[in-house]
């Protein structure tokens, strides 16, 4: 039997001073109620940390940039978090979520998370704490949203990102998730995302610009939809 040797360069630092980065378009009617969406701009230093998470950074702020372009302000604040240190702790996320009041964190109408990388993007599966998708009991409160974000995800059909499944979420938006705000992860083919993460071959050059921009479609459709319709996407108090 042979004999393998690693020499580990690797170490834990001690905790230093990060930022998440905020954007945000002000609400015209209900500022004190948000959408949030974003990803992480951290990654392993391996590679270029482009499909985990980078591209998804720049995809939820050309979404945003896009929609003040057009001149559209919602009803509801849309704001986008580039969260910090995903990688290390969930330190971002969670840094967020303890920056808020618990009236600030009842005020989030939805979360929204792009963290699979930027290959096709296919629609978004959508969680709420709570609800056990497994239970032959339907949850009402649920089936309504689901039935929601399947009439905005119609607007994405010429793209092909269309499709709305039940369970989904991510980290960085997990402690929002776990205060009840309604979560959705963006979710694309997966057909290279794992031969990529976290390795040397996470790099820009993988990047497909038209998959790309279908992503910042998708993103800034659903978002500025469910910032500016009238009744939020879950009542208040789950109802």
Known sequence: MGVVYLDMEAAKLPDVESFNVIAEIPGSERPEEVVVMGGHYDSWDVGQGVHDDGAACIVAWQALRLIDQLGLQPRRTLRVVLWTNEENGLRGGRGYHDALTEEEIANHVAALE?????????????????????????DPAYDRAF???????????????AEIRRGGGGADIGPLMRAGVPGLGLRTVGEHYFDWHHTHADTLDKVDLQNFRRAIALLAVTSYVLADMPERLVPAGGE
């Open 114 to 138: 792009m963290d699979g990388g930027v290959e096709r993007p296919v629609g978004f599966g959508f969680g709420m704490v709570g609800v056990d998708l497994t239970d032959e009991e339907p």
């Open 147 to 161: 039935a929601k974000l399947e009439q905005i995800a119609r607007l994405l059909e010429a793209i092909d990102a």
